[in-house]
């Protein structure tokens, strides 16, 4: 029934028979008729769709009030994850093609999994994050094949205009007091005891403004927590930065690479003097096993930035693509010498 | 949750427009997020604009058409009939809208002459700003020797915005004249590494948001920037929690014509072919899904390819490396 179906779907291949039983106990079941959609684009999200029958499309609009598919989903898909993660807005309008059926796992559902800090939930959590992190190196790779189809559409600052300041340096001094880290977005889901026992296994880092703290291809090593300034994440292609996104204080940075293994996707350069929280590879590998509430806390906090991320190149992209349909037509008509006149 | 500015002091909301001519009340009033609504009820901010209302519009068709219409007024601009009826008569091609946000104390001075955009006599470049500059009154007479002493003896306010705006202008060789968009950002470039030294000469490093929104009637400029990004006082956790931990917004929506379509307040005619571009502190409208955010960090304009208006995005630098 719902456990067998449940284990159909790709996202949860990795969880366990009690994950599944827990997860299965948050579904309700929906139907929806062929034309209705199951949200729209800007609607806050509320919860996840599991699809056991019938097709969606899913569709983005765009500035100018035009629309593009994005994907059209059948049998097993997860629809509406994203906005479950980070309690965003939907990114894109989701309608039945067809008669559809499956279950929906709100919310207020899933919030009942996630204060538990249950071994089902912290499965499901990671299974989410390695799939945002799994779409967002699919969405860089368009974003690049975007570019170089029509370099001119990347604005980024050049390479040489950037010359790197002297590197990152292990800091000597101490970090903020746990008073003013307490403050701090992430930081602050901690109690004092998680905060105190997680600050004492970091280190602190001082990264002064145009630094390099990690670059694209690199090996994953660490991860960090922007405690002060800012770092801006940013894809190399050829000789220009393409910015991808700035992160401040509170935010986890380097994490992508850690989770999935493969090298770095970003450039990552201190925008501001910038004080960070750093953490070696084991350490993360730690908290991956660990499954405490600071490990649970720390990982709602990388999947949340996560699916960020995945929002910020998804708006590069919505601007990307109509970018390079006009250059193309400029290009055509400047070839063709033809007068569009003014409109 | 769309991202809030929530547990900062003041913040105002501007928007700047250029395309084709369209009702001005179309942009400040109509739409379920307008400018003037964002007054009380701002999508993204937890705060009220109460400190008085500005606007300086361009109509191609009226006398004299290169001379903007320019309305300021001190009072809350809700309650503003001449206002209201002006918007409803007037059709623009070109205009920057600011609703003024300050902290509630008796510190801070309200008055008409504090109202942006500001436009200084002679000069066709007009600027309203988005943003707050952290311990400005120790910086302010330190900016003097960047501005031309024309410029500075029309200060009327005691705005940052108004010493930014001077100082900006000071950077062209004739302000006076027309600049087109990427002469205007690299002037913008360079005010902002003068503000950055004159910040740090003061021992200024704390967290300070800074959009620009600019235009002659001709050229249109945005910017989205803040000097300091992500510091707060190290010594002060309540400073921690009040400082605001998301670069300030900016979105913009593009395409060849602005209106009520389909009963919802959007632009048409496809991204492609756009030669209106609308720039805001924040959507115009609760469905945000035909906006999109301006990249932090950078400055936006319209260029002119094969005679169309077109939306670009240029990175401003790293400063001071």
Aim: hydrophobic share 40%.
């Amino acid at each position: 029934m719902l456990d067998g179906f449940l284990k159909e779907i790709t996202l949860f291949r990795g969880l366990d028979a009690e994950a599944l039983r827990e997860l299965q106990f948050v579904s309700v079941p929906f139907v929806l008729a062929s034309g209705k959609a199951l949200f729209v684009q800007g609607d806050e999200a509320d919860g996840m769709y599991l699809l056991k029958s019938g097709v969606v499309s899913v569709a983005r609009r765009l500035p100018g009030d035009e629309s593009i598919e994005l994907a059209s989903l059948g049998r097993g898909s997860v629809i509406g994850e994203m906005g479950l993660l980070d309690r965003g807005r939907r990114s894109a309008t989701a309608t039945a093609v067809e008669d559809c059926a499956g279950y929906f796992i709100s919310f207020a559902r899933f919030e009942h999994l996630r204060l538990g800090c249950t071994g089902a939930a912290f499965g499901v959590m990671m299974c989410f994050v390695g799939e945002v992190v799994q779409r967002l190196r699919g969405l860089l790779r368009e974003a690049e094949a975007l570019i170089d189809e029509s370099p001119e559409i990347a604005p980024g600052l050049r390479v040489s205009d950037v010359p790197h300041a002297h590197g990152a340096r292990e800091d000597s001094g101490p970090l903020p007091r746990w008073e003013v880290l307490a403050q701090i977005p992430f930081l602050r889901r901690l109690t004092e005891n998680e905060l105190k026992s997680f600050v004492e296994s970091m280190r602190a880092l001082s990264v002064p403004r145009g630094a390099l703290l990690f670059e694209q291809g690199a090996d994953p090593e660490h991860c960090h927590v922007v405690i002060r300034g800012a770092v801006a994440l940013s894809m190399v292609h050829e000789d220009r930065y393409v910015q991808v996104a700035i992160l401040g204080p509170g935010s986890v940075v380097g994490e992508i690479a850690l989770i999935d293994g493969m090298p770095q996707p970003f450039e990552c350069i201190a925008r501001e003097d910038t004080l960070l929280m750093t953490m070696h590879r084991s350490g993360f590998e730690s908290l991956r096993r660990d499954r405490s509430p600071t490990a649970f806390k720390f990982f709602e906090a990388v999947t949340g930035d996560a699916v960020g991320l995945l929002r910020k190149i998804n708006g590069h992209i919505a601007w990307m693509r109509p970018e390079r349909q006009f250059r193309a037509e400029v290009s055509s008509s400047n070839h063709a010498s033809d007068d569009r006149g003014y409109r | 949750m769309l991202p809030t500015t929530a547990g900062i002091d003041s913040m105002c909301r501007v928007l700047i427009y250029q395309g084709k001519p369209v009702g001005a009340d179309c942009l400040l009033y109509r739409p379920d997020n307008s400018l003037i609504k964002q007054t009380h009820s701002s999508l993204m901010l937890d705060m009220f604009n109460l400190a008085g209302f500005g606007m300086t519009a361009w109509d191609p068709s009226s006398h004299e058409p290169s001379a903007p219409f320019r309305y300021h007024s001190p009072h809350i601009p809700i309650f503003d009939r001449n206002l209201k009826s002006l918007a409803e008569k007037l059709t623009v091609s070109t205009m920057i809208a600011h609703v003024r946000g300050v902290p509630y104390n008796e510190k801070v001075t309200i008055g008409e002459q504090n109202a942006h955009p500001f436009q200084f006599s002679g000069i066709p470049l007009a600027m309203a700003h988005n943003g707050d500059l952290h311990d400005f009154p120790l910086m302010r007479y330190s900016l003097l020797p960047y501005i031309k002493p024309g410029l500075a003896a029309q200060i009327r306010g005691n705005t940052d915005s108004e010493w930014i705006y001077a100082t900006l202008l000071s950077r062209f060789d004739d302000p006076a004249e027309y600049h087109d968009s990427l002469a205007t950002i690299s002037a913008v470039a360079e005010t902002f590494s003068i503000i950055h030294d004159v910040r740090r000469k003061h021992g200024i490093s704390l967290c300070s948001p800074t959009n620009l929104f600019l235009s002659d009637g001709k050229i249109l400029v945005a910017a989205r920037y803040t000097f300091d990004f992500g510091c707060y006082d190290p010594e002060d956790p309540a400073s921690v929690r009040r400082s605001t931990h998301k670069f300030l917004s900016l979105w913009y929506t593009t395409g060849s014509e602005y209106g009520l379509h389909d009963g919802e307040w959007k632009m048409i005619g496809g991204a492609v072919d756009a030669d209106s571009v609308i720039i805001a502190s924040e959507p115009l409208t609760r469905d945000t899904s035909t906006w999109l955010e301006v990249p932090e960090y950078s400055a936006c304009y319209l260029e002119r390819i094969d005679n169309r208006r077109h939306f670009r995005v240029k990175y401003l630098p790293i400063l001071h490396i």
